[in-house]
């Protein structure tokens, strides 16, 4: 198979139905953190998302499954999606019943597709490198029946990620960057993930998975077969104006449970492809603040009006042209949005979630 015609068969699938209930004040569960420009750059995440991908992908063989009540926010912010590559959620399923429903519409289309499936409220930094891990990834996921993982070379012992044990003692005949699987590991406590990054084969699973249609459907059908009937059964409607109706009645019937549990941690075939190319999920501001450009006293600072004085390790976001001075704090976030203005320890930023809701 010629390169042009891998590449047109590459699809890009991009999860988008998150509440995104994190980076209060700016996200909030009308405006997930994945349509906010978050990083102040003028691009939200998914826009940035998509931009990732150009070269990997062809624009026209992008798809997202989202919320219902998203719709309107995907076709503003992503015009050059084609309106029924959108594919809308009635309900939240998690990822299993979201990656099947994604799998069998583009099989209905191209039962040769190879699919990237991505989430949309990350970040990258080295993008060149990231494309050059997803052509790879998808060109091996072409030649075999392999489903492949993205591993991110842990940094710290984070206790937010899962993570994966990779076997690195031999990789794969065709690519000598992709190794075997051993097994998938559950969000660790501090001591657990201290042990794992002092090995060098357990990496973090970014939740960015490579695989052939084919191979993912028929891992669906071996190991989930009552979700994969449900969009079995609506092969004949893909793509035609029954398909919404059948999606509302049918999804809502569909198990709520992560691909994870649902595929990955039951198949065989399951492989990982250690990478490092500046991955993070954006889970919280102090991740936000470590993933941003900072000062010579640790603070990170968005927007154009902002200045800081006898200040260290701070983060402040403030993009809506507002003038904001800070004075003598340490390791604290001040983030102002829509008339809402948060100033919190970074180290209890856990509690902002119920400081909001009050």
Same mark, same amino acid.
Request: charged share 20%; net charge negative.
């Given at each position: 198979?010629?390169?042009?015609?891998?590449?047109? $068969?590459?699809?890009?699938?991009?999860?988008?139905g998150g509440i995104g209930s994190r980076f209060w004040p700016m996200s909030t569960t009308g405006m997930p953190k994945q349509f906010v420009d978050v990083?102040?750059?003028? @691009?939200?995440?998914?826009?940035?998302?998509?931009?990732r991908f150009k070269g990997a992908v062809p624009a026209e063989n992008v798809w997202v499954v989202t919320s219902e009540k998203y719709s309107d926010t995907v076709y503003e912010q992503l015009p050059d999606v084609a309106r =029924?590559?959108?594919?809308?959620?009635?309900?939240?399923?998690?990822?299993?019943?979201?990656?099947? /429903?994604?799998?069998?519409?583009?099989?209905?289309?191209?039962?040769?597709?190879?699919?990237?499936?991505?989430?949309?409220?990350?970040?990258?930094?080295?993008?060149?490198?990231?494309?050059?891990?997803?052509?790879?990834?998808?060109?091996?996921?072409?030649?075999?029946?392999?489903?492949?993982?993205?591993?991110?070379?842990?940094?710290?012992?984070?206790?937010?990620?899962? /993570?994966?044990?990779?076997?690195?003692?031999?990789?794969?005949?065709?690519?000598?960057?992709?190794?075997?699987?051993?097994?998938?590991?559950?969000?660790?406590?501090?001591?657990?993930?201290?042990?794992?990054?002092?090995?060098?084969?357990?990496?973090?699973?970014?939740?960015?998975?490579?695989?052939?249609?084919?191979?993912?459907?028929? !891992?669906?059908?071996?190991?989930?077969?009552?979700?994969?009937?449900?969009?079995?059964?609506?092969?004949?409607?893909?793509?035609?104006?029954? *398909?919404?109706?059948?999606?509302?009645?049918?999804?809502?019937?569909?198990?709520?449970?992560?691909?994870? /549990?649902?595929?990955?941690?039951?198949?065989?075939?399951?492989?990982?492809?250690? !990478?490092?190319?500046?991955?993070?999920?954006?889970?919280?501001?102090?991740?936000?603040?470590?993933?941003?450009?900072? =000062?010579?006293?640790?603070?990170?600072?968005?927007?154009? $009006?902002?200045?800081?004085?006898?200040?260290?390790?701070?983060?402040?976001?403030?993009?809506?042209?507002?003038?904001?001075?800070?004075?003598?704090? =340490?390791? /604290?976030?001040?983030? *102002?949005? =829509?008339?809402?203005?948060?100033?919190? @320890?970074?180290?209890?930023?856990?509690?902002?979630?119920?400081?909001?809701?009050?």
């Amino acid at each position: 198979m010629s390169m042009a015609e891998n590449n047109y $068969n590459n699809h890009l699938v991009i999860m988008a139905g998150g509440i995104g209930s994190r980076f209060w004040p700016m996200s909030t569960t009308g405006m997930p953190k994945q349509f906010v420009d978050v990083l102040g750059c003028g @691009r939200t995440l998914i826009q940035l998302t998509i931009d990732r991908f150009k070269g990997a992908v062809p624009a026209e063989n992008v798809w997202v499954v989202t919320s219902e009540k998203y719709s309107d926010t995907v076709y503003e912010q992503l015009p050059d999606v084609a309106r =029924d590559h959108v594919l809308l959620e009635p309900c939240r399923r998690n990822t299993a019943p979201c990656i099947a /429903y994604a799998s069998w519409r583009i099989k209905s289309i191209n039962p040769k597709a190879n699919i990237v499936v991505s989430p949309s409220d990350h970040i990258i930094l080295n993008v060149e490198e990231f494309r050059r891990v997803i052509g790879s990834s998808l060109k091996f996921a072409s030649e075999s029946d392999a489903i492949i993982t993205l591993g991110m070379k842990p940094t710290r012992p984070e206790t937010g990620y899962g /993570y994966i044990q990779a076997d690195l003692s031999y990789s794969t005949a065709r690519n000598k960057e992709i190794y075997r699987v051993d097994s998938f590991k559950e969000k660790p406590d501090v001591e657990t993930a201290r042990k794992y990054i002092a090995q060098n084969y357990y990496f973090w699973n970014a939740g960015i998975f490579v695989w052939n249609v084919s191979t993912i459907v028929n !891992a669906f059908r071996i190991y989930q077969p009552t979700l994969s009937v449900v969009f079995e059964e609506m092969l004949p409607l893909y793509g035609t104006p029954q *398909e919404k109706e059948a999606i509302a009645e049918k999804f809502p019937l569909c198990e709520s449970i992560s691909v994870d /549990y649902a595929i990955l941690e039951k198949a065989e075939e399951i492989y990982v492809f250690p !990478a490092s190319f500046g991955w993070s999920d954006l889970g919280t501001w102090g991740s936000l603040l470590a993933n941003t450009p900072q =000062d010579a006293h640790g603070n990170s600072c968005i927007g154009d $009006n902002i200045h800081v004085y006898e200040t260290t390790r701070c983060i402040i976001h403030a993009t809506e042209n507002k003038q904001v001075v800070v004075q003598g704090l =340490d390791g /604290y976030v001040v983030a *102002e949005k =829509d008339g809402r203005l948060l100033i919190c @320890r970074l180290d209890q930023e856990q509690r902002i979630r119920l400081f909001s809701e009050q």
